[in-house]
Each structure stands twice: as C-alpha cells, then as structure tokens.
C-alpha cells in the first residue's frame, strides 16, 4: 500500500495512492462502512497496512496537491556518512558506528514545495540529499535483529540538507547546519513495507536540474536499514512514525532556481524547487 497526504477542496486527507489516482480514506470509510482515521500518522499508529480500495472511486493525481504526511514526526533521526562516496565528496572520515543526528520538525517543508536558502551571511553552501527513509511502525527498544522487520512500518524518500560552511567551521556545529528552516521534507508517499522485496537491493538517487548527481544502492551503506533500526533502539525506544533518513551518496550543491529531488524505484520521488531567502524578522 502506498499512502499519501493531500490537499483537496481546501482539506486535508490522507489516502492511497492507485496507479495515477487517489483513494481517499474518507471515500473508503463512506464505501466500506468503517472507520479507518483520516490522518496518515494516525493509521501508521494503528499499524494498519492494506485498506480495501477495490471498487471505491479515486481523485486524479493532477487535481490534488500532495502535502507532508504528517507534520510533526515524534523523531526524525539521520545518518551522516553512510555512503563512503559522500565522506569523500566532503573530506570527512566515514564514522565507524552510525554518524546519526536529529533534526527538529521546524526544518520540514512540504514535498513538491519551496527549499528557501537563509541569508548569505548565514549560509552559502548547501547541498541536498536524496535519501532512504524508513518509518517505524511500533513502539519497540532493543529491538533483536531478527524481528527488526516486525517494528518497520514502510519506507519513504527524504530530501536532507546540510550548511556545508556551517559545518566546516566545527564538527559540533551538525545538528545547527543541518536545522535551518526547509532543510528536511519526506514523502509524498510512505510505501509499506511487504511492497518491498529487497530494500538492499533500492537504488537511492538525487536528481539535480533534470539530471543525475548521484546515484548508489542500500547494499553500499556502512550500516543497512535494519542494522540502524536495531542499533538504534538499542539507545531509545522508537516510536510509530519515527524516520531515519539513511543517509546519500552525494549531496547536489544548490542555488536559488535549481530543482533538486530524491528518487527510489519502486518508494518514491520527491522534488523541491529552490528559492533566495530574505532576512526577515518574525515574532
């Protein structure tokens, strides 16, 4: 099942996305007589993971707008330099553990929206990341590795950001670089996970103004999807609707006007266009 929400008519909805259309879950709930919520996160909660879309009309695509799929995800934990390709593009030495860090729900934009660049002063070098994310679909800690998949609900594709000259300044300065407004969206779809055979096998890919900037698969990551699900939960307990982001080959460097994306056959594609933020002061 691959879910999605959207706007349509001025509300929110959640969905499932069939072929080039939508199912909403409120037309399956009218349909079928149930009561399945209207509201992705709270269907992840739920671990409901097959809705019964046979015979309910749909929405075209092209007359919704796909939003977060849900805005405030309880964590949202990434992982730096997973990809031997990236600590090479960045001069840095590929951690021997996972290089995680969180992020706050702040930095998300919507799939499909604006990435607004802070201030020169601020910031001059970003890079965007196509990435893996896998979304956690039970409550669990020190999860064994053979039940790691019983605790993943479905996988999703994520756009990462990072200040690079933040950074540069000083390795403690991570999580700063990488929380600046519009440095993070996931989406649109969230795929479940009995849709994917081989997560190994996916192939993660950024797109960068109608090319290709990097492409690798799952199978090359230092620390695959499960292992950092399990080591993970060995440190925290993971929640329904939690994300790691499992990190990029090689980011694309942006500038206002790019169009940057993530894409993974068979999860996703996410786009961003990106546009010159202002300092403006906000109270």
Not at 6 to 15: C, D, L, M, S, Y
Not at 120 to 145: M, N, Q, T, Y
């Amino acid at each position: 099942m691959k879910l999605i929400s959207f706007w349509h008519n001025g509300t929110r909805h959640a969905g499932v996305l069939r072929a080039d259309e939508v199912v909403p879950v409120g037309a399956i709930n009218a349909k079928r007589d149930t009561t399945y919520p209207d509201d992705v996160l709270a269907l992840i909660q739920a671990e409901v993971k097959s809705l019964p879309v046979d015979g309910v009309a749909g929405i075209p695509v092209g007359d919704i707008t796909p939003a977060l799929p849900y805005d405030v995800p309880p964590k949202i934990w990434c992982i730096g330099l997973n990809y031997l390709s990236h600590a090479e593009d960045i001069n840095a030495v590929q951690p021997e553990e996972p290089g995680s860090f969180m992020k706050p729900a702040s930095c998300l934009f919507p799939p499909g929206g604006d990435i607004v660049l802070p201030p020169h002063e601020v910031s001059d070098d970003v890079d965007a990341e196509g990435e893996l994310g896998v979304v956690i679909g039970r409550k669990c800690r020190f999860v064994p590795a053979e039940h790691v998949k019983d605790v993943i609900y479905g996988y999703t594709v994520t756009l990462d950001l990072t200040a690079l000259d933040v950074l540069r300044k000083n390795p403690r300065y991570l999580t700063r670089s990488k929380s600046i407004d519009t440095f993070f969206s996931f989406g649109p779809v969230i795929v479940t996970a009995d849709e994917i055979a081989d997560v190994d096998s996916l192939e993660v890919i950024t797109e960068h103004n109608g090319g290709i900037c990097s492409r690798d698969f799952v199978n090359h990551m230092r620390t695959r999807p499960y292992e950092l699900v399990r080591f993970h939960s060995d440190f925290f307990t993971l929640y329904p609707g939690d994300l790691i982001s499992t990190g990029c080959p090689k980011g694309a460097r942006i500038k206002p006007g790019d169009v940057v994306g993530g894409r993974i056959e068979g999860v996703g594609h996410i786009t961003a266009r990106v546009m010159q933020g202002q300092r403006t002061v906000l109270y």
